[in-house]
């Protein structure tokens, strides 16, 4: 990559504020400075006192923006949720941030970055970079198998129908066989009305953004990397961050002793021996339940470091130990207070198992450092995480948690006699432990590798700040994507994909018509077509949208209503003639192919003919735009001349698979130029030419 691309470039990063997400942020901030390109932080002030320390040696600027915490009604200075006092004011914080769009604004309008990744909780951005084309990335603080599950989770609902809390489901469409319960199902409508409105914005933001960056590696879940990509997604897997970086300590203040005296205490244990036991930096528990913990952690026998989590009453800060406890974990145990070193102590050769709430950040650590896991998941998409430790990677047991809880007073007790369990059956030395021992060292061994030169998160982190830098241009700028799925047949023509050609060709959307399964929302005629699912791709500049749908009088237009997110700026209309709407033009042409055998077996099936001649997609476009060129698969000539689009006729809808070796790099991306017909690489081609 020339170095004057790069020094071209400039990235502005904004995490949320809280140190689960502010560390990475950081941390990729970090990635990016070291390979050249310009790099702004934007925080507030308080926020900004602990970043400075941590990048002082990088040039990278900070920007600050003031944190409303009294207009939210927070105390004065909170300006991290971590010190937000209550779960009760989690929602002024979400409210807080929410007010900072106004200032982000102004600093994008003084700095002129020409890329901004955003943390994926403040998604108020993205109509912001809209405005202003700037492309955005989003940033996830978790990984692709939880991303998979809760699409998939959030678009069919398959815990809905289950009569009973107890009963357990299959997740449909995914890799695994994995098995939820349904009270363990990420439920935001029991967080309220505040929370709910978040996700929802977040679903949007995600689809409407350039892309989105994990915190991941290939070798970690490759089937959901290629699951989530296939999804209609662009995404790229640049992790394990914590690899690359140092912590940032969000809680200095509070350390019951330093990082050197905890150290020296791991090296006097064997190797393997201890327990590590953490809950995050915001995870609170009753003092019941830190009692039974206590107690558990006693009766296992085993050396263990234990991060104490926050206390649900102030009042009861340390009086729920067990009298003479400290007395008789002398040597054996050691207490920390709310902060430690943790991926230095689980680096370390003395620890052989980790007690994790199931955290992306810290299963990621865990995994690094090739250290197996108790899972204690508590809410969010821990149990998601957990399925992935236990079932996919195969690296962990469960102690038992079976319930999603939005407060603490609904989280259930987990007695002393199931967490000793669950310690001795890890840390026993068993065959049962050793093989998870034995896949977990491998796993980080793959993590390390990853974040190395030529390793699978290096190059996809370099084929991100390429394309971002505007040298490497995506295989197919104006792309046509194939897809085959079983009984219906979709033909994408997509814009192109870099950040140059996107500000060049504003006022561009497409909606994404996909199928994932024969869905009852088509009652009595699922045998016709297959239930097409949406995804949004809003780009720069739109105003309104209409997908005009003629499917008679079968429903199917009600039934996508229904769908369809609230804030996606969509309108179906049920037509029976092509009628343009004033001030729009056709982009493209979605041809929709009922199943095999001759629809007109049915007096309830649509011709094929009304079916290509009505699914039209319009958007709207300054007079100035110029249409894109048109490629449309089709099995009769005359259904599509009349209305004056091209045809490719009898084109097989299967692309071909890349070469193995090329495999994680080109799955990103539409397939190359050179694995497609001729035909269609002279019109892309040509696409390229009209537009830029």
Request: proline letters at 9%.
């Amino acid at each position: 990559m020339a170095a004057s691309k790069t020094q071209d470039l400039h990235i502005l990063f904004f995490p949320l504020m809280a140190p689960g997400h502010m560390i990475p942020m950081v941390n990729m901030a970090k990635l990016c400075s070291r390979r050249g390109v310009r790099t702004t932080i934007l925080t507030t002030p308080a926020n900004a006192n602990f970043i400075q320390p941590t990048i002082n040696n990088l040039p990278i600027e900070v920007a600050i923006i003031p944190f409303p915490s009294a207009a939210a009604g927070l105390p004065a200075g909170c300006e991290n949720l971590a010190a937000v006092p209550s779960p009760d004011l989690h929602p002024n914080f979400i409210q807080a941030v929410a007010m900072l769009s106004q200032p982000f604004d102004q600093v994008l309008r003084e700095l002129h970055p020409n890329v901004t990744i955003t943390d994926a909780f403040i998604p108020s951005t993205i109509d912001i970079t809209s405005k202003l084309g700037i492309p955005q990335l989003v940033f996830h603080v978790t990984g692709f198998f939880p991303l998979c599950l809760s699409d998939i989770l959030a678009s069919y609902n398959p815990h809905e129908t289950l009569p009973a809390e107890t009963e357990s489901f299959v997740v449909p469409g995914i890799p695994h066989r994995i098995e939820l319960l349904k009270t363990q199902v990420l439920d935001f409508r029991k967080a309220g009305k505040e929370i709910l409105d978040l996700f929802l914005k977040i679903r949007e933001t995600e689809t409407r953004s350039y892309g989105v960056v994990v915190n991941s590696f290939y070798e970690l879940e490759p089937d959901y990397v290629e699951h989530y990509r296939k999804m209609g997604r662009r995404a790229w897997h640049i992790g394990p961050l914590s690899l690359c970086n140092e912590d940032i300590n969000m809680d200095s203040s509070d350390h019951s002793m330093n990082e050197g005296e905890c150290l020296d205490w791991l090296e006097e244990k064997q190797p393997g021996s201890v327990l590590y036991v953490c809950f995050g930096s915001w995870c609170t528990f009753s003092a019941e339940q830190l009692r039974e913990m206590a107690l558990g952690f006693e009766a296992s026998k085993h050396p263990f470091i234990w991060v104490l989590p926050k206390v649900a009453k102030t009042d009861e800060e340390m009086e729920w130990m067990p009298e003479g406890y400290v007395e008789r974990i002398q040597g054996k145990g050691l207490i920390m207070r709310r902060w430690a070193p943790q991926v230095q102590i689980l680096n370390h050769r003395a620890v052989g198992g980790f007690l994790t709430h199931c955290g992306w950040n810290s299963t990621l650590e865990g995994v690094s450092a090739g250290v197996p896991m108790i899972t204690w998941p508590y809410q969010g998409e821990q149990f998601s995480n957990e399925r992935l430790i236990v079932d996919v990677l195969k690296i962990g047991i469960a102690v038992g948690i079976k319930v999603f809880v939005m407060k603490l007073e609904d989280m259930p007790l987990i007695r002393a006699t199931e967490i000793e369990r669950a310690v001795t059956r890890l840390m026993s030395g068993s065959e049962e432990a050793e093989a998870m021992r034995k896949r977990a060292k491998e796993l980080g061994q793959m993590a390390k590798r990853a974040v190395k030169e030529d390793g699978s998160s290096y190059s996809d982190f370099t084929r991100l700040i390429n394309e971002m830098s505007r040298e490497e241009e995506p295989p197919f700028s104006s792309a046509i994507l194939a897809l085959s799925l079983n009984s219906l047949a979709l033909l994408l023509i997509s814009s192109a994909s870099s950040p140059a050609f996107i500000n060049r060709a504003t006022a561009f959307s497409m909606f994404f018509l996909a199928t994932h399964q024969l869905a009852d929302v088509l009652g009595p005629h699922r045998e016709l077509v297959a239930r097409p699912k949406l995804w949004w791709f809003s780009l720069h500049g739109v105003q309104r949208a209409w997908s005009c749908l003629t499917w008679g009088e079968h429903g199917l237009v009600p039934s996508l209503h229904r769908r369809i997110e609230p804030p996606l700026p969509l309108r179906l209309v049920s037509t029976h003639r092509l009628e343009l709407p004033p001030n729009l033009r056709p982009l493209a042409l979605i041809p929709l192919f009922p199943i095999a055998g001759s629809p007109t077996q049915s007096s309830t099936a649509m011709s094929y003919t009304s079916a290509v001649r009505n699914a039209f997609f319009y958007t709207s476009c300054p007079p100035v735009t110029k249409a894109l060129p048109l490629v449309i698969v089709a099995e009769k000539n005359d259904l599509t001349t009349s209305i004056g689009f091209p045809s490719l006729l009898h084109w097989s809808l299967d692309p071909p698979s890349p070469p193995p070796s090329q495999a994680p790099a080109s799955s990103n991306h539409i397939p190359h130029r050179h694995h497609l017909p001729p035909t269609i690489a002279t019109l892309a081609n040509t696409g390229i030419a009209q537009l830029v």
